[in-house]
């Protein structure tokens, strides 16, 4: 595997699969029955939204800041972390995972979300072009 003792050096276990299963699962006390977890090749555990500084982009397409409200314990990884990382480890690049840098490069890619930034966003957060709140009828 391309990259394989970057990744294990970058402390993410290492497992080459034919066709793996790839699972996100929040901190243990919150993690779903084993059995959800059964179908899984690969499980990253990462932190809840009240565990992390950032934005989501809620069911009708606004996109909402959130901040960080519970401490994590010791070596526990945002999931921007976790890709990070994983980024890295394939490419050997350094790059440390930044919530607020990753707008500009989005906001290049798709134009709905250019000129939006952390800061911007404010209590309300935004909405994108084409959410819910701009079709006719919503109200």
């Known amino acids: ?10 402390g993410l276990c290492v497992m080459v699969m034919d066709h793996p299963r790839i699972v996100w699962v929040p ?8 059995t959800r977890l059964s179908a899984a090749t690969v499980v990253f555990p990462t ?23 519970i401490e994590t ?4 990884l945002r999931d921007g972390d976790i890709f990070t990382r994983l980024l890295n480890a394939i490419d050997g690049g350094e790059r440390r995972f930044d919530a ?4 500009e490069p989005i906001g290049r890619t798709h134009p709905r979300f250019a000129g939006i ?14 959410g819910i709140e701009q079709r006719p009828g919503y109200r």
């Open 117 to 130: 930034s952390l800061e911007t966003l404010g209590a309300s957060g935004t909405m994108l072009e084409g």
């Open 73 to 76: 314990g010791p070596g526990w």
């Open 1 to 10: 595997m391309m990259g394989s003792s970057r990744l294990a050096s970058s």
């Open 100 to 103: 607020e840098a990753m707008w």
């Open 47 to 69: 932190t809840t939204f009240a565990e992390k500084d950032g934005s989501f982009i809620n069911h009708a397409g606004r996109v909402q800041r959130i901040y960080q409200a």
């Open 27 to 34: 901190r243990p006390k919150y993690l779903p029955a084993a």
